[in-house]
């Protein structure tokens, strides 16, 4: 059983930037892909990001695009979330979860969640 650890959030203010990281306790090799989610409060959880690690392949929601950039590092089974130009609406907690080889990539599939890292975003 993995273990993803999240770490890099805080509060900011509107416009800056932010690195969230997420590290595994596993090799990548064991994952079909690696998703970054956010839950606001009162909302639901949303996916934001995910990759592929195999092929390197990004995904991102509409929502986010254009600022939002996953990226991973395999030597030290890390995957980053670079959040830029943030918003007070990026104000939630971000958490990783993955998707294990052989199975699809769909929301339903990702396990494994970490505890989590706040970000709230200030005007």
């Known amino acids: 059983q993995v273990q993803l650890v999240e770490s890099g959030g805080g509060s900011v203010q509107a416009g800056g930037t932010l690195r969230l990281s997420c590290a595994a306790s596993?090799?990548?090799?064991?994952?079909?892909?690696i998703g970054w989610f956010r839950r606001a409060p009162g909302q639901e959880r949303e996916r934001v990001a995910n990759?592929?690690?195999?092929?390197?392949?990004?995904n991102y929601a509409d929502s986010v695009k254009g600022r939002f950039t996953i990226s991973q590092d395999k030597a030290r089974k890390t995957v980053y979330l670079e959040i830029s130009s943030l918003k007070v609406e990026d104000t939630a907690m971000y958490s990783c979860?993955?998707?294990?080889?052989?199975?699809?990539?769909?929301?339903?599939?990702?396990?494994?969640w970490g505890q989590g890292t706040q970000v709230t975003v200030s005007s």
């Open positions: 979860a993955v998707v294990p080889r052989g199975s699809l990539c769909k929301p339903s599939a990702y396990r494994s």
């Open positions: 990759i592929y690690p195999g092929t390197g392949t990004t």
């Open positions: 596993l090799s990548f090799d064991r994952f079909n892909c």
